[in-house]
């Protein structure tokens, strides 16, 4: 991993408003605190230009992302939220940022995306097969976006999710939460829809997650869409970026 001066000035810079949060017994964190984080030029415009659209300050607040915390970033697509994170967090904090080998050996852009924000300073990029992340101990948050329903993927071994879901509650400190963002399926909809639409119910995610000893600690409809039919594949261009999405936050007891 090569280390940048560069960022962590602008993480100082950028977390300013955001430091009085820090610490045991801080207030929740507001839509206005991180402003300065999706303003911080160290994130590429494309990035910035998808803000509103994914509703990434709410996100944030919702997951309740502090400086200084230790964040696993889980399937990182290309990179959104790690660099996101990565700013967040500022200097004192990490990022862990997961990509499954298989979706590397599938597409050479996700290793590309890996090895991007492994350059980042506050990041350590890490690859493994999609049922074994090798996340460290000690985690505040594990987050994920769009991509829980991969877990059901034919690619994956079928207990993949169960794994996954425990090596998170172990990852986790006691208290520490896991956020979960994906596309709504049809309600009853069966696993496979991993596989057709890249969907997956809501419910489903609930009770596998709540099997790996996590309460549910809340839930938003921010990023939800009413327009969306939920039968469409998500990549489909009738709904692409507009698809309706649940956030849920799990916490694991103690």
């Known amino acids: 991993m090569r280390r940048s001066a560069i960022l ?36 590429p415009a494309d990035d910035r230009a998808r803000d509103e659209a994914r509703h990434t300050a709410e996100t944030l607040a919702f997951a309740q992302v502090r400086p200084g ?12 939220f790690t660099r996101v994170f990565a700013v967040a967090v500022g200097p004192e904090g ?27 300073a506050n990041v350590d990029g890490i690859r493994s097969p ?3 992340p090798d996340f460290p101990a000690g985690l505040d948050l594990v987050f994920t976006a769009q991509n829980y329903h991969d877990l059901h993927l034919s690619i994956a071994p079928p207990d993949t999710a169960s794994r996954v879901n425990t090596a998170v509650f172990q990852a986790l400190k006691p208290g520490g939460l896991y956020v979960v963002i994906d ?14 639409v890249h969907r997956i119910d809501i419910d489903a995610v609930k009770r596998e997650v709540l099997a790996a000893g996590f309460v ?8 939800a869409n009413a327009a969306d039919p939920l039968t469409a594949n998500v990549f489909d261009g009738s709904i692409r970026g507009r698809t309706s999405q649940f956030m849920l936050r799990f916490r694991k007891p103690g």
């Open 130 to 132: 999609i049922a074994t």
């Open 183 to 196: 596309h709504y399926a049809v309600a009853g909809s069966p696993l496979t829809s991993a596989n057709s």
């Open 94 to 120: 990490r990022v862990t940022a997961w990509q499954p080998a298989e979706f590397i050996a599938f597409q050479a852009s996700y290793g590309e995306s890996l090895t991007a924000v492994d350059a980042l």
């Open 69 to 80: 915390q230790k964040i696993a970033d889980m399937i990182i697509g290309g990179g959104y």
């Open 216 to 223: 549910l600690d809340g839930e938003s409809a921010v990023l």
């Open 8 to 43: 962590a000035v602008v993480a100082v810079m950028s977390l300013s408003s955001l430091g009085c949060m820090g610490g045991t017994g801080a207030p929740a964190p507001t839509l206005a605190d991180y402003a300065a984080v999706l303003a911080a030029p160290s994130r």
